[in-house]
C-alpha cells in the first residue's frame, strides 16, 4: 500500500528522535524492574503478560549489553510499526489527507511519544497489536466494493488474533476486544459479525494467544488477575477534586492544544452520530436516487465514526471518570486518546480544506513547543541544566537535586562503573552468593548495573511483585549477600532505623560503601553498600 511521501518523512523524524531519547535518558523505575522479566522468562508475570519481556530484551539479546538504549530499541522499533499501521488504518477509513495529519498528530502527542515509543513498558506492546487491529478491522467493515451488505471474512479471524496479542501486551487489549464488539452491536449494518463462523474462529485464536497468560495465572493461584483487579477497587468515597485533577493531568500529558480537541471532537463525533441516527429514522425511502446515495456515503462515513468511538472513548471517558475513585496512572486512559486521534485528525482535514493555514499553526506551533520542551526535560535529566550549583546549570539552576524528581532515573553504568573500579566493591561482589535490595524498583536498577558483572539480584520488601516467583524464600538462608538500596528508599516509617528491617535476619550487616551517583558535577543520588551474612532465615513472603 502506497506511503505519502510527507509520511515517510514523518516516520524518519519520529524514529530518530525517540532512538535519540532513548539513548541518553536514564533509566526509570519501570523500566528497570521489566529488565528483570527479561533474566527470568516465563509465560506471564505477577503484574504483567508477558510481552514486556521480549520488549525489553530484544536489544539485549542481539547486542549482549545492557544500555539504556538496548532496553528501550524493541520499543523503539515497535511504536514505528505502531505508527504505520495507525496511518494505514486512517487512511483506509477517512483517506490519504486525514492519514497524514493523524500521523503527524500521533506522532507529536508527547505522553504518546513518551510512553509507547521511548520508554520500556507494555504498552509498546499493547499499541502495536492494538493498531494493527484497527487496520485489520477498518479493511473488514468497510472493504473497497462498497456493497449494501456486509459479508464477514477471514479478516475477523485475525481480528481475535490481534486482540489476543495486545492483551499478551497488557490487560487493556481486553478492552479493545470490547469496543469491536460494542461496535458490532450498534452497527445494524455489522451485526452479522457476531454470528459468523469466522467469529468463532476470532474467539479460538484470541483463547490460543491469550493461553500463556491463563496457564501461568492458573498455575499461581490466579495472583497476576487477582492483583490488577484490586487495583481498580474504590478505597474511597467519589470526590471531584481527584476528577478535575484526572482531566488536568490528562491534559497536560496530551499537551493542552491536543488534548483538549480530543475530548471536543469525541464529543462532537457522538452528538453528529446521534443526530444521523435521527434522520435514519426518518429516511424517505423513495427520495431522489443522488440524495439516496449521499445518505448512504453519510451512513458509511457514520459507521466508520462510531468503529473509532467504540475503541477509544470508553476507555478514556471511563478511566477518567473512575479517577474520582482512584488514582489513575497516566498510561491507563491514554490507548483511548490514541484511538480518538484519528477522529481528531479526520476533523483537522476537514477544517484543512477551508482553513490551511490555520491547522499548519496549528500543528508546527505545537509541535515547536513539544519539541523545545522534550529537549529541555531530555538535557536536565541527562545533564541537570536546571539543577542549582550544577556545572551544566543555566543561570545557576532552579531546585536542588534533592527536591528534583527526575533524580529518581539514575545513569546504571556509573552504578556499574563503581563496582569495577573499586577493587574492595569488586571483591566483595565475588565473594557474595547473591545480591538483595528493599525495594524491587531500586533492584531492577540495581540488577542492570550488576547482573553484566555475574550476580543476580532478589527484593526482600513486602511488596515483591514478581520477586515472589522468581525463587523461593528458603533458596537464601545460610548465604552471604551483598545489600545495596539508595538513601531515597531506606527510609521506612514502620522502621526507627535504617536496618532495623533485616534484624535477626542476618547475623551481620555492616557498611562498606556509598556510590554517589553524579550529575553535573554533584551527588544527586547515593547508594549504600552493606555486606550482609549469612542470612539466618527466610524473609517472610505474602504471597508466591
Known sequence: MKIHKWAIAILLWGFLFRAVCAIYLNIGFDEAYYYLYTQNLNLSYFDHPPLVALTAGIGIWLTGAVTPFTIRIGGVLLYTGTLIFSYLASKKLFGDRTATLTLAILTTIPIFQIAFGILTLPDNALMFFWAACLWVAAEEFFPSDQTDKYQPTYRLAMIGLCVGLAFLGKYHGLLLGGGLVLFCLLSSRHRSALFSVWTLAAIALFAIAISPVLLWNAQHEFASFRFQSARAVPSQGYNLERLLVTILLALGYLFPTFGIPLWWTSFRTVGGLVKAAARQGKRDENSHEQNYELAIA????????????????????????????????????????????????????????????????????????????????????HLGIAQKGGDAAIAGGFWEAKDDPSTQMIDIEQLRQAFIDSPILTAELQKSDFVFSNNFFVAGQVAMAIQPLGKKITCFDEDLRGFAYWSKAEDFVGKSSLYITSEQFMKDERYPQPLDKYKGYFQSLEKIADIPIKRGGQAVQIFPVYRASPMLKPYPRPYG
Open 298 to 381: 453519510e451512513d458509511r462515513l457514520r459507521n466508520k465514526q462510531l468503529l473509532i468511538l467504540c475503541v477509544s472513548m470508553p476507555i478514556f471517558f471511563g478511566f477518567t471518570f473512575m479517577g474520582g475513585f482512584i488514582q489513575i496512572l497516566p498510561s491507563w486512559h491514554m490507548p483511548g486518546f490514541f484511538g480518538a486521534t484519528l477522529l481528531l485528525g479526520e476533523r483537522a482535514a476537514q477544517v484543512q480544506l477551508k482553513r490551511p493555514k490555520f491547522i499548519r499553526n496549528w500543528l508546527w506551533g505545537s509541535g515547536v513547543v513539544i519539541l523545545s520542551l522534550m529537549l529541555i526535560g531530555l538535557l536536565h535529566v
